[in-house]
């Protein structure tokens, strides 16, 4: 079938199913382009030239790419990228198809995509990015998406020799191993972190050296198998950071750090919670100094952002406050602990754990998390289709909890339990999210509900 | 009395799919008893006595770090071997399962020696095996996750733990799922099996106690809620 019919028919699916009300059209459009037309991606990927930044990794995908779109948005030329979720070739696909014209020809010039990691290497070979940023990689829905080393060799296959410049984290072993031989490589880390590792996190992968297979040694550890490491055998060590960050505050809606790459110096101050916040912008930073951006006008574009869907995102009912917090895999959920719920946080919390395919159909992961510091809130409500196993897992932890089964329930009491004027923290997985977003979409105003 | 010992394999290495919540189990089961426990955790390299442990735990890894385990795990053969047939009561899962089998055959086809414990072998299959898993067992009806490419043959001689009732088990071909041996235990539910079986994680405290002391009783915890996520676990679909 010819290029041109496919992108008609899948706009037009794109169409008729929001008509039906079936959905908003984003995953439908590529589906159907996927089904008639293989290889449509590369159709793009022609079309744009090049002029692609696609963002990987396991957490902090959706805030970096919106960093990074807000910091090299300049008024020339429009910037296409992808909604959260809409993360699979898929989704990048119906990305493209919603901003061609009747020619099939791309209205924007430049594309900033995150990509789910498993999704990677097809996106990676069919658009041809001419920079590419790696997050983190930690252990994430197994199920889904294998062990991390053969994930990690996988984007080492496919990156290959190439010649895109790649943004890496250095404090992660196993991502700053992926830029060995790579010609035109950037990485981006932390001197110092101004928060203590959590003492029950065990969520550490990649301890052992990529080369040679030996423990790491730490210098010091932030969270999970991030931090300042060498190979005790000499085989491996931390790589020299480019752009490096001195983090001297973290608090529960901000953080205060330096950041220096070259001669430039300049402050950041985010409106994001968690280290893990710092380390998204930090990549962010990377790769729009690589796009000739300047450090201090970076740092003023981003430092202002709000957080993305799901993502510390405050809802705000009547005189109860809402904080949706997701939680997909023991080193976020750490990272929620460590940033919110130590030192006698006293927010009532509302846990809920989905098994559906896209929160991954295992639920083992909860006994990696750190339930074990988590000291404060006075009441813990579980819900969730795998409620029963978070209760056993609180349980275990000698915290108390209450347990709601129902969903819809959980969300109605919970909110009726918030005294007046107080905030409560919901912390869901993927699919949770999504429905407690519908479930307040009634009651609330929240953002953009769709994926 | 003295802590109760646990013995707890490589947790560094073979820690990726929640497998110390079996360790946290085991200890808050003890504690809840007024039994003190003592975690011995046991690093590449390092020396232990396994005649000084009352239980052994041991989860799965990842690949790569299971050659090193491997032989690590070999110089360690003669005392596990000795002390498994003294009784000491063990539960290995997924990786380490396959490493106290005979041998492991890797998808590149390297060979990595196992300890032999169980008269098993395992060579690692192109599809993984992936779902809810239910297994009828002595110690009853078990419940958990199994995500594994190895596939493992026991020897007609090795009893399986259990025949399977949801999922794939030892090899997805032969209904049968882990080995027993002695009070050693290999099974494929990985991470964390014991928090929704809490009968197999009394089984292992309860034989620790009675090599001590024969006539030693443990008393009954109220397993509401770990019966409740069973019973729920046993009815999903793979």
Wanted: proline share 4%; glycine share 10%; with cysteine.
């Amino acid at each position: 079938m010819p290029t041109i019919l496919v992108i008609w028919l899948a706009k037009l699916s794109s169409g008729l199913s929001q008509l039906l009300g079936r959905g908003d059209g984003s995953a439908l459009p590529g589906l159907v382009a996927e089904r008639l037309r293989p290889g449509l991606l590369e159709y793009f990927g022609h079309q744009l030239d090049g002029k692609v930044t696609l963002i990987t990794g396991t957490n902090g995908k959706t805030t970096t790419t919106r960093m990074i779109v807000a910091a090299l948005e300049t008024g020339n030329g429009k910037i296409l990228t992808n909604r959260a979720g809409s993360n699979l070739t898929r989704g990048l696909l119906s990305t493209l198809i919603a901003d061609t014209n009747w020619r099939g020809q791309l209205q924007a010039e430049s594309a900033v995509f995150e990509v789910d990691e498993a999704s990677f290497p097809e996106a990676f070979r069919s658009l041809k990015p001419s920079s590419v940023v790696i997050l983190n990689l930690f252990r994430d829905q197994l199920d889904r998406y294998g062990e991390l080393n053969t994930l990690a060799g996988k984007l080492k296959a496919v990156l290959g020799q190439t010649k895109a410049t790649v943004v890496l984290n250095g404090d992660d072993p196993l991502v700053a191993w992926l830029g060995q031989g790579l010609s035109n490589v950037r990485f981006f880390g932390l001197d110092k972190a101004a928060v203590k590792k959590l003492p029950h996190d065990f969520a550490a992968d990649s301890n052992t050296c990529p080369v040679c297979g030996r423990a790491l040694v730490y210098d010091e550890v932030y969270y999970a198998h991030i931090g300042r490491y060498h190979c005790s055998n000499k085989d491996f060590k931390r790589p020299l950071i480019n752009v490096v960050g001195t983090t001297t505050e973290v608090s529960l809606s901000t953080s205060t750090s330096d950041i220096k790459t070259g001669s430039a110096k300049a402050d950041l101050n985010l409106k994001l919670p968690g280290l893990y916040n710092v380390y998204n912008a930090l990549a962010a930073i990377t790769v729009s100094i690589e796009a000739g951006r300047d450090l201090s006008d970076i740092v003023m574009m981003i430092r202002t952002m709000p957080p993305a869907f799901g993502r510390a995102e405050v809802v705000e009912i009547g005189r109860r406050r809402l904080q949706l917090l997701l939680v997909k895999n023991p080193t976020g959920f750490n990272q929620v602990i460590q940033t919110y719920l130590i030192e006698g946080a006293k927010q009532p919390l509302l846990i809920l754990v989905n098994d559906l395919i896209a929160d991954g159909r295992d639920v083992s992961w909860l006994w990696d998390v750190a339930f074990e510091d988590l000291d404060g809130p006075k009441q813990i409500l579980a819900s969730g289709t795998r409620a029963y196993d978070l209760a056993l897992r609180l349980k275990y932890a000698d915290l108390k909890f209450k347990l709601a089964v129902d969903i819809p329930d959980a969300l109605e009491g919970f909110i009726a339990s918030i005294p007046a004027g107080e905030t409560g923290l919901i912390l869901p997985t993927y699919t949770a999210m999504l429905g407690v977003r519908r479930q307040l979409a009634d009651i609330a105003t929240v953002g953009e509900t769709r994926l | 009395m003295k802590p109760l010992r646990i013995a707890y394999l490589y947790p560094a290495e073979m820690n990726i799919y929640g497998d110390r919540g079996n360790v946290i189990v085991l200890e808050q089961r003890c504690r809840w008893r007024g039994i003190r426990t003592q975690i011995d955790e046991i690093h590449l390299g390092q020396d232990y006595d396994f005649a000084k442990a009352d239980i052994v735990f041991g989860g799965g890894g990842q690949d790569m770090g299971q050659e090193l385990v491997a032989n690590d795990l070999m110089k360690r053969r003669r005392g596990l071997v000795a002390a498994a047939e003294d009784g000491l009561p063990m539960l290995l899962i997924c990786g380490l399962y396959q490493l106290f089998g005979r041998r492991f055959v890797t998808a590149e086809g390297r060979e990595l020696p196992g300890i032999g414990l169980f008269g098993a072998e395992t060579v690692a299959g192109s599809t993984r095996m992936i779902g809810n898993i239910v297994t009828d067992t002595p110690f009853g009806r078990l419940v958990g996750f199994e995500n594994h490419s190895g596939q493992t043959r026991l020897d007609e001689t090795q009893a399986a733990l259990g025949t399977i009732v949801l999922g794939a088990g030892n090899d997805g071909t032969s209904g049968k799922e882990g080995a027993l041996r002695h009070n050693a235990i290999g099974t494929y539910l990985h991470g964390p099996i014991l928090p929704k079986n809490p009968n197999l994680a009394d089984f292992l405290i309860e034989t620790a106690l009675r090599r001590r002391s024969p006539n030693c009783e443990l008393r009954g915890l109220d397993d509401t809620l770990e019966h409740q996520a069973a019973d729920l676990a046993a009815k999903l679909n793979r």
